[in-house]
């Protein structure tokens, strides 16, 4: 009998590496997808899945639709990715950030309980989490102290997986995944706002790169690799909670060096340190301890940041280059 698997968040960068990922393992993959949102499948469309996974109208916020997609689906496994995720907004959307992204995950687990307490739940948890950092290295069982709305709100989400699955007796499922980046991400965030730049500079369609603390230091992963870990947490026996992460950390300046030096370019000769792009609450140093997961899950990055930047690097070339000639340099 085909595997069946639910994604909320399926169009996300996550999402869609876990749907590609899902289908070469042979599953039937659906997905909660809202409406509302403008043209978000291009992802799927990117990785050549649009036309393998089945959208099913709905949203985390909307426990009825979970309860419709649960049954439409006949999932065995449902991958809860969607969230308000990028940062920045949170601040500016407190309260949706903690609705979706908080909320949201009560929401699904609430559908998995009342539908079938068998099926196997995953929740995607975050290294903001951790924010104002209690140890050197964080794992498992190091103390959160969240510096942002999304952070808190994705505490919330991790510690009502942990009760549902100590209440219910769920198998349910946290990955607390450190920074994890691809060719999909979304501009917004520092990676690709940096590698697109870099192609566009490259290409004379822009002059300059502002950005905010480069001195943050990350731990940065393959999101490819990532959602491998998020499947074998799944299949393991019970539920448990997983540090996914590559164990090496990394300025945000360094990773503009790498980026601007594979086209050949200086990074300072074109970046600006705008005060626009500097958070309330800033979280300096991010760096995993993935001993559980690689002992555990068998799990381990393969992917360097050098051939992160580089592959993304790549991609937004590409991408620059067919757009129409005459786009206007910033």
Known sequence: ????????????QDGAYLAQLLLKKG??????????ASDTLWRLRELGIERDVALIDGDVTDLSSLLRALRESKAGEVYNLAAQS????????????????????ANVLEAVRLTDPGIRFYQASTSEMFGLIQADRQDE????????????????????TINYRESFDLHASTGIL??????????????????????????????????????????????????????RMLQQDKGDDYVVAT?????????????FAHVGLAYEDHLVIDPKFLRPAEVDVLLGNPAKAQQKLGWTATTSLEQLIT???????????????????A
């Open 86 to 105: 990028f940062v920045g907004t949170a601040w500016k959307q407190p309260l949706l950030t903690g609705q979706v992204s908080g909320l949201g995950a």
């Open 178 to 231: 450190f920074n994890h980046e691809s060719p999909l991400r979304g501009i917004e965030f520092v990676t690709r706002k940096v590698t697109d730049a870099a192609a566009r500079i490259a290409q004379g369609k822009q002059k300059e790169l502002r950005l905010g603390n480069i001195d943050a230091k990350r731990d940065w992963g393959y999101a490819g690799d990532y959602v491998d870990a998020m499947w």
């Open 1 to 12: 009998m085909t595997q069946a698997a639910l994604i909320t968040g399926i169009t996300g």
């Open 141 to 160: 069982g190091t103390p959160f102290y969240p510096r942002s709305p999304y952070g808190i709100a994705k505490l919330y989400a991790h510690w009502m």
């Open 247 to 259: 164990g090496r950390t990394t300025t945000v300046r360094e990773m503009c060096r790498i980026a």
């Open 311 to 329: 592959m993304m690097v790549d991609a937004d070339m590409r991408r620059v280059a067919a757009e129409p000639s005459g786009t206007p340099a």
């Open 27 to 36: 599953y039937a993959v659906s997905g909660v997808f809202p409406r509302r």
